[in-house]
C-alpha cells in the first residue's frame, strides 16, 4: 500500500513524529562514523592551584631539603654567621648512631610514643562510647567540654597544666594529700623523673583526647542501628557488641586515628620544653627535644639536623609497618 510505513523507518524507543538521526556521510567514507574531535585539556585548574603549590613547596620543601643537606655538613655558629660550611659526608650520622645517649634517648621516645598512644585510643574510645550512650543535652555538654579542650592552645594548656601541679598550691598534691596520701604533701613533681615523665604523658593524653574522641564518635553515628538491634537480640553482651561490630566496621578508622596519635606523640616538643626542657637528668628527653638542645646548646647544627633526619626515617618506618600489617588484615577478610 502506498501510505504503508516501512519497519525501518520507525523505532518504538523513540517519540512519536521523530525520525532517527543518521552520521552524517560525505563521498568515499558513507557509511562510516565521524572523526570524534579532541577537546583542549583546560590550563585553568592548574594555574589556580599552582600558586598553592608553590607556597608549599616553599614552606614545607625547602626547610627539608636545607635540613638534609645540613646533616652532611659540619655546620656550626660560625658557619651560621660567615657560611662556607664543609661537607663532612655520613660524620654526623657515624657520630649520632655510635652514641650511647642518643639510642637512650630513642627508647624513651619509642616508651613515651607508646605509652601515650594506648591511653589516648583507650580513653577516647570509651568517651566516644559514652557519648553515644547519652542524651542530647548531656552530649551537647561533654562534647563543648572536648571542643574547649582540643581549642585550647598548646602553650596556654601546658600552663594550666603547671599550675595544677605546682607542688605548694597546686590542685593534684591537695587532692592527693585529702585522699590520705600524705607523702604528696609538697611534693615537687619536676624534681623527680618518673613524676616529670607521668606529669607529661598525662598532659598529651589530655590534650590529645578530644580529636581522637570526637571523631570515633562521628565513625559510630554511621553504624546501622539494626546491626546493633540483631546482635542483641543474639544475646551479645556490650563488649561483644564492640568486638563483634563496631569495630570490625570502623577498623579504617581507628587506623587513622591511632597513626595521626603515632606522629603527633612522637614530634611532641612545645610542651615537654616548656614545662621541663628535658629534665630532670635528661628523664623526659625525648628525639625533637634532643635535637633542639644538640642545636642551641652545643651549637652544632649539622649533628642536630642529622638527628632530624633520623627521627624522620624512624617515623616513616614505624607508620610504614602499621600500614602494611592493616592492610594485610583488610586483604585477608
Known amino acids: 500500500m502506498g501510505g504503508a510505513v516501512s519497519p525501518a523507518s520507525h523505532d518504538p524507543l523513540l517519540p512519536e513524529g521523530r525520525s532517527p538521526r543518521t552520521a552524517p556521510t560525505t563521498g568515499a567514507g558513507a557509511g562510516t562514523p565521524a572523526p570524534v574531535r579532541r577537546t583542549r585539556a583546560n590550563p585553568w585548574p592548574y594555574v589556580l592551584v599552582a600558586p598553592a603549590v608553590v607556597a608549599i613547596g616553599l614552606v614545607l620543601g625547602y626547610p627539608v631539603v636545607r635540613n638534609v ?4 655538613q659540619d655546620y656550626g655558629l660560625r658557619e651560621l654567621i660567615r657560611g662556607g660550611a664543609s661537607f663532612v659526608g655520613l660524620d654526623n650520622y657515624a657520630e649520632l648512631l655510635t652514641d650511647g645517649t642518643f639510642w637512650g634517648v630513642v627508647v624513651r621516645t619509642l616508651a ?7 591511653l589516648i585510643m583507650v580513653l577516647s574510645t570509651l568517651v566516644a562510647l559514652m557519648i553515644n550512650a547519652l542524651g542530647r543535652v548531656l552530649r551537647f555538654g561533654v562534647m563543648a567540654g572536648l571542643v574547649v579542650v582540643w581549642a585550647t592552645p598548646i602553650i596556654a594548656a601546658t600552663t594550666i597544666w603547671q599550675w595544677l601541679f605546682q607542688s605548694e598550691r597546686g590542685v593534684v598534691n591537695a587532692t592527693l594529700v585529702a585522699l590520705g596520701l600524705d607523702r604528696f604533701d609538697g611534693y615537687s613533681w619536676l624534681a623527680h623523673g618518673p613524676a616529670a615523665f607521668a606529669m607529661l604523658v598525662l598532659l598529651i593524653v589530655w590534650q590529645s583526647v578530644p580529636f581522637a574522641a570526637l571523631t570515633l564518635y562521628a565513625g559510630l553515628t554511621t553504624v546501622p542501628h539494626e546491626l546493633f538491634e540483631a546482635a542483641r537480640i543474639d544475646g551479645a553482651s556490650g563488649f561483644r557488641l564492640f568486638r563483634s561490630v563496631t569495630f570490625p566496621i570502623l577498623r579504617p578508622l581507628f587506623g587513622l586515628i591511632t597513626s595521626l596519635e603515632v606522629i603527633w606523640v612522637f614530634k611532641a616538643f612545645a610542651q615537654i620544653w616548656a614545662v621541663t626542657q628535658g629534665g630532670p637528668d635528661d628523664a623526659t628527653t625525648t628525639l625533637p627535644v634532643y635535637a633542639y638542645q644538640v642545636a642551641q646548646s652545643l651549637h652544632r647544627y649539622g649533628l642536630s639536623g642529622a638527628i632530624s633526619v633520623v627521627t624522620v626515617v624512624m617515623l616513616t618506618l614505624l607508620l610504614l ?13
Open 112 to 118: 613515651f610514643t607508646a605509652i601515650d598512644v594506648v
Open 321 to 333: 609497618v602499621y600500614f602494611r600489617q592493616t592492610l594485610r588484615q583488610e586483604g585477608d577478610r
Open 69 to 72: 643537606v645540613m646533616s652532611f
